[in-house]
């Protein structure tokens, strides 16, 4: 007499098999990330993004050249700092790296209202994307991504945190942080600028990062934040 099987065995056995190596890889993963203690005194000398824009830059024929210059967080404008809060995080120092309101909020305008999936990333996320990995959408960079936001904001405070993020981040065609920003459309230190010339420059970051930098380019004398906003322009 055929011995009869219970089918639940063999579900349970592929269970805990799918469970093992999604462990071992998720083991592997963590025991790979980059040591981001050091970024608590030291100054990150380059970046995941600046490394990716001037390959890409190369091998298009475009010109490389990096227009960075690091300022202390005290020298970072605080109409910048606020604008740059408000238009990407602003709960920032009140999660600890996700912000599950937000996460929540627009999974549910996208179910309610049809409306696409928005992103919703905090600086820290950002941060971690850019200092360590690519844009990819693959996801298993993504929980590289949580990962490494987890361990940032455990070894860094919330201040280095942004003033990282806002030396590191794309304003342009490889215009780097908001000194450079500053200078190369307004002609001031990022310590100077005024509350109009801050929201612009928020407002264009996420304009580049979500269209395109390359319609960030510059433009002879005079160069563009986003089309239809001119430097200068309030």
Request: glycine content about 6%; aromatic content about 8%; charged content about 25%.
């Amino acid at each position: 007499m055929k011995r009869f099987r219970f089918p639940g065995s063999r579900i349970l056995r592929i269970a805990a098999g799918v469970g093992a190596v999604a462990f071992a890889v998720l083991s592997y993963v963590y025991l790979t990330l980059p040591d981001v203690r050091q970024l608590a005194t030291t100054n990150p000398r380059t970046t995941a993004f600046m490394e990716l824009r001037e390959r890409e830059a190369a091998a298009a024929g475009r010109p490389v050249k990096r227009v960075q210059r690091w300022v202390p967080y005290s020298r970072i404008s605080i109409n910048l700092r606020r604008a740059v809060l408000a238009a990407e995080d602003s709960a920032f120092f009140d999660h600890e790296g996700v912000d599950i309101a937000e996460i929540k909020k627009s999974i549910q305008d996208s179910l309610e209202k049809g409306k696409e999936l928005r992103g919703a990333s905090t600086i820290t996320q950002q941060l971690a994307k850019n200092l360590y990995l690519s844009p990819s959408r693959n996801p298993l960079r993504k929980v590289e991504e949580l990962m490494i936001t987890w361990r940032l904001e455990t070894a860094l405070s919330k201040a280095r945190i942004l003033e990282i993020y806002l030396n590191v981040i794309e304003w342009g065609d490889l215009v780097w942080g908001a000194e450079a920003a500053s200078r190369t459309y307004f002609g001031v230190p990022a310590s100077a600028l005024s509350r109009e010339q801050a929201a612009l420059l928020a407002v264009s970051d996420k304009f580049c990062r979500n269209h395109g930098f390359r319609l960030c380019a510059g433009r002879s004398g005079r160069r563009y934040l986003h089309p239809g906003l001119r430097a200068g322009q309030p």
